[in-house]
């Protein structure tokens, strides 16, 4: 099963090698800040590398989502327009239920796109990349039509700007460590309970888990929801950073949690991944974005390079799996 | 092959149908004028599609249908030939796409429904539609550089938070606040894109806040980025640092009531002046082929007379 017994005979450098080579996306994501430390001095501040992590709590929620779906042998292309649809109707509600009220609909939104997505997969029989793109269309337009297309700003107390945007407890931004407590959560759930043990069966070898006895599009139905709650939580974090429902907001963002998902090294196929290195495969791009910002590249030509930087993270992510499916 | 025959003949016959339409109206019978927008749910379309509709109400005669082309050059275009097969009086359009558009031109002229363009110009020789209302984004650009040169006394780093790539808007608003700040050798101008929104622009401006510490003033090519770049400014307490947005909308009344922003270049939404040219056009009267709106700036002192 281990097949990389062999390695261990060309002693330390075949061993560092190996790491390397087994953690494609942390080596990517070292030599990267390497690079970027040589080239700005500004890059590797504590201002500036918390500066990045608060600019991507809103799609590290999303990919977390992703990380769990993709797994599960799925996709979902809805989490930037549930984000959208999130902070509109978060703002909407805002002045008439209170905070706390606030939280609970807009995860209540969140839960009930995801639920749907899953229902449409499980008992309309669509596939997931169809399902989820006609739930990012349906979000998107609700978002809209809720806001009219207007952006609304939404009087928030300070309490949630403080935990969901604007906040800092020493020189951590407070949104930072909320969105990080969850990634640690999301890690945990996945390798050391049934459940997320179980979402690894389902998309490794779904008539197995069948067999097994497992109800298989039930927990299908599930993932996509914890995605959901996960993408209106993100939603949340817009409106307090921001402080207004966009009904335009997050648009790429599930392409971007997606990208990151693939740099992290979980294959499309499902049935492996890790939620620690969808967060190395988010801050790949994300730094990548701040260095480029940093270095005042030609905003055109940045794109390309973003681009090129996705496309061999992902290369090397999946040379690796090739060499057989390994369970970390 | 059949199938494709009867529909042509029904195209056909629907634009035989909509020219006789066409040539028997006049604004004093019951007009329907197309409006078609690149989309609806900018802010800038927002509040020119409900003065547009405020227009309509107060013209009791006037049927205004309003399109929206989802930001996509063919589902605009596809909305276009819609709207001639129903059989409007006059097409008043801001196209998606200066380019991908030209051929809106050559259907309407067939159809002879005369076609108006506001804001966005069209790629055609001038002869193909009948008249053009707009405002001028380079010179928009060249006043917004002259502003903030005169703000931070010749020198300095001016961060330039740049719209969609590619969009003429984003181009002219570049184009002429670069070439203006080029005759300040000693202030520099960095770009970055933001996307003319409020998320992109707060995201980018971190950054470009990161790099180039002690910059002397942000342009932004839109009011929602100029907001995002002072909503950063104020976190970081970086000081009174000038920014000045364009449009002139909701946005920046607030914002320079509020001292966030120093100025805003007012952009006329073109209605109803474009309506009012619209119904010239039907009229036949004779009207400018160009109608360029003025584009004030705003600020504190002026404030009362844009902001309503």
């Known amino acids: ?328 | 092959m059949n199938r494709t025959f009867k529909k042509l003949a029904a195209g056909l016959a629907a634009c035989a149908m909509a020219s006789l339409f066409a040539t028997g109206a006049s604004a004093a019978d019951k007009v329907t004028i197309g409006l078609v927008q690149p989309n609806v749910e900018h802010p800038y379309r927002v509040a020119g599609v409900e003065r547009a509709k405020a227009w309509a109400a107060q013209h009791p005669n006037v049927e205004l249908i309003v399109v929206d082309g989802r930001r996509d050059s063919a589902v605009q275009m596809a909305a276009v030939e819609d709207l001639i097969q129903r059989g409007v009086d006059i097409i008043v359009m801001s196209p998606n796409d200066s380019k991908a558009l030209t051929p809106v031109a050559e259907t309407a002229k067939r159809a002879k429904i005369p076609l108006v363009i506001f804001d966005r110009k069209l790629a055609v020789d001038p002869s193909d539609y009948a008249a053009y209302v707009g405002a001028a984004d380079i010179e928009m650009g060249r006043s917004a550089a002259r502003f903030l040169a005169e703000k931070i006394g010749d020198k300095g780093t001016v961060i330039q938070l740049e719209g969609t790539p590619g969009a003429s808007a984003t181009l002219d608003r570049k184009k002429g606040f670069e070439e203006e700040m080029a005759r300040h050798p000693q202030i520099k101008v960095v770009s970055y894109v933001g996307n003319y929104k409020l998320s992109d622009a707060v995201a980018v401006m971190e950054d470009a806040a990161t790099a180039h510490r002690g910059f002397a003033a942000v342009y932004g090519h839109n009011d929602s980025m100029a907001t995002g770049a002072a909503k950063v400014v104020k976190e970081r307490n970086l000081g009174d640092v000038p920014i000045i947005g364009i449009d002139g909308g909701k946005e920046a009344c607030e914002g320079i009531a509020s001292g966030a922003l120093a100025a805003s270049i007012y952009y006329p939404t073109m209605f109803p002046e474009a309506l009012d040219v619209a119904m010239k056009v039907l009229d036949k009267e004779s009207v400018p082929k160009d109608t360029i709106l003025e584009t004030p700036v705003l600020t504190r002192e002026n404030l009362a007379q844009y902001c309503k």
Request: aromatic fraction near 8%.
């Open chain 1, 1 to 328: 099963m281990k097949h990389s017994d062999h390695t261990h005979r060309h002693g330390a450098l075949g061993r560092i090698k190996e790491l390397m080579l087994h953690n494609v996306a942390v080596t990517g994501l070292i030599v990267l800040i390497v690079i970027s430390t040589m080239l700005s001095p500004h890059f590797l501040t504590v201002d500036n590398i918390f500066n990045v992590l608060r600019q991507w709590t809103m799609v590290g929620l999303i990919a977390i989502g992703l990380t769990f779906v993709i797994i599960s042998g799925g996709i979902d292309l809805s989490g930037g327009a549930i984000l959208a649809l999130a902070a509109v109707v978060g703002a909407q509600v805002a002045p008439h239920v209170g905070p706390f009220g606030m939280v609970a609909t807009v995860l209540v939104v969140g839960a009930v796109c995801g639920y749907v997505n899953g229902a449409m997969i499980t008992w309309g029989n669509i596939p997931p990349f169809i399902a989820t793109l006609g739930m990012m269309t349906i979000a998107r337009g609700l978002a809209l039509t809720i806001s009219e297309g207007r952006t609304i700003p939404a009087d928030l107390p300070g309490g949630f700007r403080f935990w969901f945007g604007t906040g800092y407890i020493g020189p951590v931004p407070a949104p930072v460590l909320v969105v990080a407590i969850v990634f640690c959560l999301a890690a945990v759930v996945l390798k050391y309970t049934v459940w997320g043990r179980y979402v690894c069966l389902i998309g490794d070898n779904a008539v197995g888990a069948h067999r097994r006895g497992l109800h298989v599009q039930r927990l299908t139905r599930e993932v996509y929801t914890v995605h959901g709650i996960l993408a209106a939580a993100a939603g949340l974090f817009f409106l307090g950073r921001l402080g207004v429902g966009e009904p335009t907001a997050g648009m790429m963002f599930e392409l971007s949690g997606i990208a990151a998902v693939v740099i992290g090294g979980t294959p499309f196929t499902g049935g492996i991944g890790s939620v620690p290195l969808t967060f190395v495969g988010l801050m790949v791009i994300g730094l990548t974005y701040n260095i480029l910002n940093l270095l005042s590249v030609s905003p055109y030509s940045q794109d390309i390079a973003r681009g090129v930087i996705i496309v061999v993270a992902v290369m090397f992510s999946i040379r690796r799996l090739s060499s057989g499916k390994r369970r970390r």
